[in-house]
């Protein structure tokens, strides 16, 4: 089964700094990854996704993720933050089973932005 | 324009009750999810529809039964609440079946007393 480790589940960040979350997936078969992030008392917007191709993706807000399969990693980057970044990031894969589409999702990495 | 919407947004009810939860997305999607999201933040999907047929259903009691009178619709009906039953539960659609990203509504909170 494919899962998903997001190992920091707290980021404190000054506005300004540059932000890197990571995220690392195991899956057998090609991976679908997404990066979407959660504000508070919010849905989930998508920032970006990888299917195939340019292994290096662009994303809404400036953020842009890096896949790497060598290392089972699909990391979130952005190279200065805002407060207004502060939120809740979430990385999935997506796989196909059963006729549908399942995502599965880390368990989210919290980030602070400080002034 | 709101794509995909939920009603309510809170809710709070006793154990025992019944209640449903709606979803209504407005980009002509053809498949559409519930998902839950625990009091640590962990989404899990509970089941998906694809043009009113269920193609996934995970792990979850039966006291949930997800209904959807037509593609644009999928409401999640829950009978005898219990207190686990309290999250945040996340509707969401894609263009199809296929490795589409999904579209997210801004969640219904669920507080079982």
């Known amino acids: 089964a494919q899962s998903v480790t997001q190992p920091d589940i707290h980021i404190t960040v000054s506005e300004g700094a540059s932000l890197e979350l990571r995220c690392n997936y195991s899956?057998?078969?090609?991976?679908?990854l997404f990066w979407y992030v959660q504000s508070p008392g919010q849905g989930l917007q998508l920032l970006l996704k990888?299917?195939?191709?340019?292994?290096l993706v662009q994303g809404i807000k400036g953020f842009e993720a890096e896949f790497k399969r060598s290392q089972s990693s699909f990391n979130l980057r952005k190279p200065s933050v805002h407060w207004s970044d502060a939120a809740e990031y979430f990385c999935?894969?997506?796989?196909?089973?059963?006729?549908?589409?399942?995502?599965?999702f880390g368990t989210g990495t919290q980030l602070k932005v400080e002034l | 324009d709101t794509a995909v919407s939920q009603t309510p947004k809170y809710l709070v009810t006793q154990m025992g009750n019944d209640k449903s939860i709606k979803c209504e997305q407005n980009?002509?999607?053809?498949?559409m999810y519930w998902y839950k999201q625990d009091s640590k933040k962990f989404l899990k999907i509970m089941f998906s529809?694809?043009?009113?047929?269920?193609?996934i259903n995970e792990t979850v009691p039966n006291r949930f039964s997800p209904k959807s009178p037509d593609k644009a619709h999928l409401n999640l009906h829950i009978n005898s609440l219990e207190l686990g039953d309290s999250a945040v539960y996340f509707c969401?659609?894609?263009?199809?079946?296929?490795?589409?990203?999904?579209?997210f509504g801004p969640g219904t909170r669920l507080t079982v007393l």
């Open positions: 899956y057998g078969a090609t991976p679908y």
């Open positions: 980009l002509g999607h053809d498949t």
């Open positions: 529809y694809n043009n009113k047929e269920l193609i």
């Open positions: 969401a659609s894609s263009q199809d079946r296929q490795y589409n990203e999904q579209f």
């Open positions: 999935a894969v997506g796989r196909f089973t059963g006729g549908g589409n399942k995502l599965t």
């Open positions: 990888y299917f195939s191709g340019d292994t």
